[in-house]
């Protein structure tokens, strides 16, 4: 201890700090315990201070008198006495970063030495240090045993450990495990050859988490080294990142299916992906640092080279050209680039996508040829296209509407569709609308009126569709068809056929008139005889009365003669009623019994009892029963022109069943000649007949079969040449 003593008082004058504390006899051997026993006189004259000032006070009375401000000095001496064994530290005293060395001797355990570098002879060196302490890396000072004296701030920060925690570590221990003999081996062989390291290595923080340091190492003197450290675990992973994502743009621009070029500024080709080589035909080493307009046709060079001058200088290109293929075949490209440029502003490259549009050119002058050709369809149309929104407002109307309507399709927009509806059907459609407009992708066809602008009525056939949720549609479409002399030829022909059917019954009742002559004849002579007999009784009331009745019995039935053949010459206004089938045979037979009587044909009724009733208009259905009877009548005359036991019409009714439904079937039934073959596929044709001109119009049958289509039945026959003929009616039952 004395030799100890002895060296340092060799400094006492000198410019170092040397302190030297002992511990109070019998205290707890606390820090706060020590007493400064000696302090060199060069500090205190720098302070001006006596040695009464320090010395004989522990630390804890300094820190309370408060000699220096801010400055602990049991902190320091506790920094001092925890790094007494590593005899080297630095530390703050008063200030400014020192470098230390303190010991404990004695064998009591009980002196504390501490030198401290002189601060008025060291200012430089402690704005180095200054510097040191605030440098935005991390250092670690070590001694030669490798163990850690000094840190600054940002090894603290780096670490996350406080300067007293680092303090006496290795800086090896903050590497990771699996990283830690790499480290190691490095650091060592470094420093045995005098080498400055520097290596990256996985380390671990107060808080475990991994970090990346970069650590550089270096002797500084034969005692200490110092170690650099860097942070760079997100710079690792930036670059980490950086070279997946340029190996990422490389696999794109390479891969990419559009066609990539870039091009120095003079127009050559630096470069070229897949895509470009496969479009042009070409391979990478043909095209890279090849001209550009060597590619281009022609007469398109030109144009490309004053697009390429005002791309340099604007930065971006948009052009469409023609391109030649290595087959010869010429393409037609659009362009699309940048230019990369430095700091200073100035050119690096060009960057462009290639795109092959001629195909896509050509799709879209079909598109306009089609639009063109579509739109001068619609313009030339008869029909009229329309859209109609979800209220039923126009959203569109083809120019032609003028034609129909006599508005202009401009005019129209934004108003309602009913107005262009008759007020008669207005409301009709207007719920027809409404039910269709809740049922998506629904249509619907209607045939209505509607009134024009100068307010003349037409009739329009509409086929409608609910396009509701077609994104290019939005609305109903409409298609409206002018049906308006179709509707005027059905009214004429509806007025003609009936004026033929008329013309029919008018023959039939020509056909009859003997016949029903002879019928009103006989009641007329019987009327005429009582009326005689009357006149010639004179007072006998018993004969009188028996005569009026004879008299009132005949008129009768002159009178229901007269009323069946005014219902069959269908003078009175019918519509569909109930009836039952007996009635309509027997009325339509007692028009033509006399006939039939007169010409030796026997007629045999078979009428099934309990048939349901039919709905019909009686006078139409005693035309169709009057014509078959006709019919049969005149093949009967033929094959018989004299009386027979085979000359017999059958007439017979009963039901049946058909598609499931009931019917009531009236069949009339001939043994005459029968219908040939070869006009059996004829017989119901307008003006088809085998009679001569002067005894049939051919229009009979016709006649009758669209009145049995018109009830919603059928007429249909089948036949055996010379042998017979039979006729079916089938109307639907009237029963539910």
Known sequence: ????????????????????????????????????????????????????????????????????????????????????????????????MQLCESEIFNEAQDMLFVRISSIKENKNANKTFKYINE???????????????????????????????????????????????????????????????????????????????QISSVKIDERHFVGFVNDVTELRASQEALKKSEEKFKLLFEDAPLSYHSLDENGNIITVNKAWCEMLGYSKEEAVGAPFNRFIVGDHVYYFMRKFMEFKERGVSHANFEMVKKSGERIKVHLDGRVSRDTEGDFIQTHCILNDVTAQLIAERKLIDSEKKYSAMIQNMS?????????????????????????DNIDLLGQPGVMLVHSDEADYISEKFGELVKRPDSGMKLEFKVKCKSGAPKNISLVAKNLMDDKDIEGVLLTLHDITERVKLEEE??????????????????????????EINNPINGIMNYSQVIIDAKNDEDIVENCANEILRETERVSGIVKNLLGFSGQQKQSLKKAEVNDVVEKTLSLINATLRHDGINLIIDIASNLPEIKCRTSQIQQVIMNLVTNARDSLNEKFPEADEDKIIRISAYQTILNGQEYVRIEVEDKGAGIPDDVQSRIFDPFFTTKSRHDGTGLGLSISYSIIKEHGGSLTFETKRNYYTRFFIDLPSDEK
């Open 383 to 407: 029909d009229v296209i329309m859209i109609l929104g979800k209220n039923a407002e126009i959203i569109y109307a083809s120019p032609n509407i003028k034609n129909m309507f006599g508005w």
């Open 135 to 213: 440098a935005p890396y991390g250092i670690f000072i070590s001694n030669n045993l490798g163990k850690i004296v000094f840190t600054n701030k940002q090894a603290q920060k780096i670490t996350g450990y406080t300067n007293k925690e680092i303090i006496g570590k290795l800086l090896l221990e903050f590497v990771a495990k699996d990283d830690f003999n790499r480290a190691k081996k490095d650091l060592f062989r470094k420093r045995r050859l005098n080498e400055r390291s520097e290596e990256q290595y996985k380390c671990v923080d107060k808080k475990n988490n991994i970090r990346y340091w």
């Open 1 to 96: 201890m004395d030799e100890r003593v002895t060296h340092h008082k060799n400094f006492i004058a000198g410019n170092e700090v040397i302190l030297v504390c002992r511990m109070v006899k019998g205290a707890s051997k606390n820090l706060e315990d020590y007493q400064i026993i000696f302090i060199n006189h060069s500090f205190l004259a720098d302070h001006n201070l006596k040695s009464e000032d320090i010395t004989n006070k522990s630390a804890k009375q300094l820190d309370e008198e408060n000699i220096f401000d801010s400055f602990s000095w049991l902190s320091f001496l506790m920094e001092a006495k925890k790094c007494a064994e590593e005899q080297e530290f630095a530390a703050d005293f008063l200030g400014e």
């Open 493 to 518: 022909k509806l007025e003609m056929n009936q004026y033929v059917r008329n013309q029919q019954k008018l023959k039939s009742i020509g056909t009859l008139a003997s016949g029903i002559a002879h």
